[in-house]
């Protein structure tokens, strides 16, 4: 973690943020936005002319599937974080369906939907969220793309809809509901002051109550525009510097965990122009993985499982049961990956002297 904080933690919560260095990337334009990612795909399914058909991937999360039941038909395809691409032979769209593409991690390369779009019809949705400055994102050829601003920009809320083809895009939200966005904000900011030189330990139940009543205040909210305070911070740009961190910090914990064998990276290279969203591992077993989330948190590493898939494909089950992800973005250094990687290989050897 980066030294001036007096506290080192990995993962959780982004922050809240007071400098936004350039050079920045901006965002889209024209674009709609909304307080989750969920509200902006509900919309276009909306601004649909009968009750849609929405594709989504079997690896995916669910509580955006089941939100979207509401405004469309949900049908699934068989997807892998793991694969270059879907299995195609489980995605049979009409013309009038959309289809949600998702460049999982930011790792992936456009081009294996691309040659798939050229022999199919369909509305294509693109989803950008763990990657939104990709060269896929920034050259894509789709109908609509969009992505969830939270995950990877320090806002209490926000999501983006925007059409790369100039699609006519639904009415701005007039709705407003930024009950659980006030409260993932002041989680930010006690979550700052708890990661402070001068912290106060009870600070920490404090964010963590925050973040939690604004997370289950946010899953049950109404379609909404983004907050005031998200689409302030927005405006600023997205600085270029934290994608480069993310990808070295990705890069290098990689090349640190080489010869660990309890886990294997999803992924270990990605296509030019592109940076990775973090580093998801993959262990032989759900017991192995929460052993080791277990003992991580141990340590105040904290590591999400991406995603908890509810789904009929027995591969996406099963690799939702083992995943598990490792943060690697702008707010942590070289030391915090090396760190990481001398813990789990820490946790390993404790594990085998155990089982031996």
Not at 99 to 112: D, H, I, K, T
Not at 185 to 203: C, F, I, N, V, W
Not at 232 to 249: D, T
Request: aromatic share 10%; glycine share 4%.
């Amino acid at each position: 973690m980066n030294m001036e904080w007096g506290r080192s933690e990995i993962g959780s919560m982004l922050h809240w943020e007071t400098e936004f260095p350039a050079p920045v990337w901006s965002w889209p334009e024209p674009a709609v936005y909304y307080s989750l990612c969920r509200h902006a795909l509900e919309a276009l399914c909306r601004a649909q002319r009968t009750r849609p058909t929405l594709w989504l991937p079997s690896f995916f999360c669910f509580e955006v599937a089941k939100h979207c039941q509401a405004v469309a038909d949900i049908r699934e395809y068989h997807d892998d974080c793991r694969w270059s691409e879907p299995d195609w032979s489980t995605l049979h769209p009409r013309g009038e369906d959309l289809v949600l593409a998702v460049n999982y991690f930011g790792v992936r390369s456009p081009e294996p939907w691309n040659r798939w779009r050229q022999h199919n019809s369909c509305i294509l949705v693109e989803d950008h969220t763990q990657d939104p400055f990709s060269e896929w994102a920034r050259n894509s050829t789709s109908n609509y793309a969009v992505c969830s601003i939270r995950k990877t920009v320090p806002v209490p809320d926000g999501a983006i809809l925007w059409s790369p083809t100039g699609n006519a895009l639904p009415e701005a939200p007039q709705a407003i509901d930024w009950n659980g966005s006030s409260l993932k904000a002041g989680a930010m900011l006690y979550k700052r002051s708890y990661l402070s030189e001068t912290p106060d330990p009870d600070l920490k139940a404090r964010y963590r109550d925050l973040q939690l009543r604004g997370e289950e205040m946010l899953s049950r909210s109404a379609c909404s525009a983004i907050s005031p305070v998200a689409e302030a911070i927005v405006s600023f740009g997205v600085p270029k510097f934290w994608r480069e961190r993310r990808a070295a910090n990705t890069r290098l914990l990689i090349t640190l965990l080489n010869d660990f064998s309890d886990a294997q990276p999803a992924f270990r290279t990605w296509p030019e122009g592109h940076a990775p969203f973090d580093l998801p591992l993959v262990f032989p077993s759900a017991a192995a993985r929460d052993h080791y989330q277990d003992a991580m948190r141990k340590e105040n590493i904290y590591c999400p499982v991406e995603w908890v898939c509810d789904t009929t494909d027995p591969g996406a089950k099963d690799l939702s049961s083992r995943i598990l992800s490792i943060s690697t973005d702008h707010r942590y250094s070289e030391t915090d990956m090396r760190r990481i990687a001398e813990v789990m290989q820490r946790v390993g050897c404790e594990s085998h002297v155990e089982i031996n």
